[in-house]
């Protein structure tokens, strides 16, 4: 365990994801020596503050990551795709959170609540994937249950916030919205169809085999974070018009039977869950709740009366700050004090 200072830099830091970054580093307990902040050339001149401090944000090049140690990336996938290798090659470990390399056999996919082990696998090429935002939350509810009594089967819906798409998309539901109680015409750009009052089964690109690359994300991207590619899941991904905090309906069957009372226990001690189960008192979670925060949610937890062993569920967290900065941070927080 070393406690080595760090040079860090984000990469996209005038980004949703990026800025958040920036919070979840001042609120961190990494041992910073320096931070770097890095975004297009379209942003050089803007400054960012930090714990009191205003630093320039500069153009991301191959020469911004000389003398560091490790990056936090939220520039989008092609940028990772580009710039990761560069940073690696520079002796600065990447910790992404884009899709670019979460596939990748030779990259850890971590959260640090179910496979923080897998960290020391950074080594392979100086990256380290953030997983999807809805994976994240849903891995994080799920794994205690898995490791349990075994988990054959998941069924998902989400309920996603516009955040996950980025500064654009969040602007885009406030103007159509604004636009629309005024009785004024309103611009589409971000998504295909009006976002404004209205739910969009339609996240990421469509796949030859009908699904999203969201919902594929999360069938491999469970698997790969929970170890066990005989994980059965089926998901349907849904934009829907909230600013922060996915929400996720979730089924499962299990291997042996577990009652709701028992996952409701199991929960309740797991890292980084909170249960919130009361509903006779309307008491279940609520995107509202888990925006700014960093624990995930749980409520409704039910018996599934349709089959022999199965659970109802849902499941909320701050797609933002779990879903994406927080759990970059705490990867990095973990890599710098078992590994640097
Ligand atoms: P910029 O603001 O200069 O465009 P979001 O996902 O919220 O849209 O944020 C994307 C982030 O990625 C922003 O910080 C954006 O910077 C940054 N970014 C996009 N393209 C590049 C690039 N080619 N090089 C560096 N940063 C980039």
Redesign the pocket.
């Known amino acids: 365990m070393s406690r080595k200072s760090v040079h860090v830099a984000v990469?996209?830091?005038?980004?949703?994801?990026?800025n958040q970054m920036i919070t979840c580093l001042e609120e961190s307990n990494l041992p910073l020596k320096s931070v770097k902040l890095?975004?297009?050339?379209?942003?050089v001149g803007r400054q960012l503050r930090f714990r009191g401090d205003l630093l320039p944000?500069e153009?991301?090049t191959p020469e911004s990551f000389k003398g560091l140690d490790v990056a936090l990336f939220?520039?989008?996938g092609g940028?990772s795709k580009q710039?990761a290798p560069i940073a690696a090659d520079a002796g600065c470990v990447v910790v992404d959170n884009s899709s670019a390399w979460r596939m990748d056999p030779d990259v850890p996919l971590v959260v640090p609540e179910v496979n923080p082990h897998a960290i020391k696998d950074y080594t392979k090429k100086g990256i380290i994937a953030n997983p999807n935002c809805s994976t994240i939350q849903m891995v994080v509810a799920l794994n205690p249950i898995h490791k349990h009594c075994g988990i054959k089967r998941i069924v998902v819906s989400t309920y996603q916030a516009v955040s996950g798409t980025?500064?654009?998309a969040i602007d885009e539901l406030f103007d159509q919205t604004r636009a629309m109680i005024n009785f004024l015409d309103y611009a589409k750009q971000v998504y295909p169809h009006r976002i404004a009052f209205n739910c969009l089964p339609h996240i990421d690109v469509f796949q030859e085999n009908g699904y999203t690359k969201e919902e594929m994300k999360m069938l491999n991207e469970t698997r790969k974070i929970m170890e066990d590619d005989s994980i059965a899941v089926t998901a349907t991904t849904v934009r829907v018009p909230v600013f922060y905090g996915h929400c996720e309906a979730v089924n499962i069957e299990t291997s042996r039977h577990i009652s709701a009372g028992h996952v409701r226990q199991l929960l309740s001690s797991a890292p980084g869950v909170k249960v919130m189960d009361d509903p006779g008192n309307n008491v279940y979670p609520l995107a509202t709740d888990a925006a700014g925060q960093d624990l995930t949610l749980v409520g409704r937890i039910r018996q599934d009366e349709s089959i022999e062993n199965g659970i109802n569920m849902w499941i909320v967290a701050d797609n933002i700050r779990k879903g994406a900065a927080t759990n970059t941070v705490q990867i990095a927080e973990l890599l710098v004090k078992e590994y640097l």
Do not use: C
């Not at 996209?12 to 990026?18: I, P």
């Open positions: 990469a996209g830091a005038t980004g949703a994801v990026g890095l975004a297009s050339k379209r942003s944000v153009e991301m939220s520039a989008g940028t710039f980025g500064k654009k």
